[in-house]
């Protein structure tokens, strides 16, 4: 059965940092696009940062030169390490993948896992 799962969210102080993981099964993550989204409360889901199959990453402008993409296809999983977080940052995490392998992060993502809250406050 396919799922992606989130973890390593909770709650940091302004200018701390967390690393998000997402770990999957029943899917590879290698050789697809895969990406991390986020859902403030009272807004709509924004895509965060995104790795295409062939590696290319790209980011929001709201938190390029803080936030990094990677993955470990040993592992299966992917990451995203956010540092000097701020209180905008505030929000439910979500890892995502592409169904077909060789896709670029124009494309839309098929499979979801369920979140990881990260609140940053003082």
């Known amino acids: 059965q396919l799922q992606l799962v989130e973890s390593g969210g909770g709650l940091v102080q302004p200018g701390g940092s967390l690393r998000l993981s997402c770990a999957a099964s029943g899917v590879t993550l290698g050789y697809r696009a895969i990406g991390w989204f986020r859902q403030a409360p009272g807004k709509e889901r924004e895509g965060v940062s995104c790795?295409?199959?062939?590696?290319?990453?790209n980011y929001a402008d709201s938190v390029k030169g803080r936030f990094t993409i990677s993955r470990d296809n040993a592992r299966n999983t992917m990451y995203l390490q956010m540092n000097s977080l701020k209180p905008e940052d505030t929000a439910v995490y979500y890892c995502a993948a592409q169904k077909y392998y060789g896709g670029s992060c124009s494309y839309g993502m098929d499979y979801w896992g369920k979140g990881t809250l990260v609140t940053v406050s003082s």
């Open positions: 790795i295409s199959s062939s590696g290319s990453t």
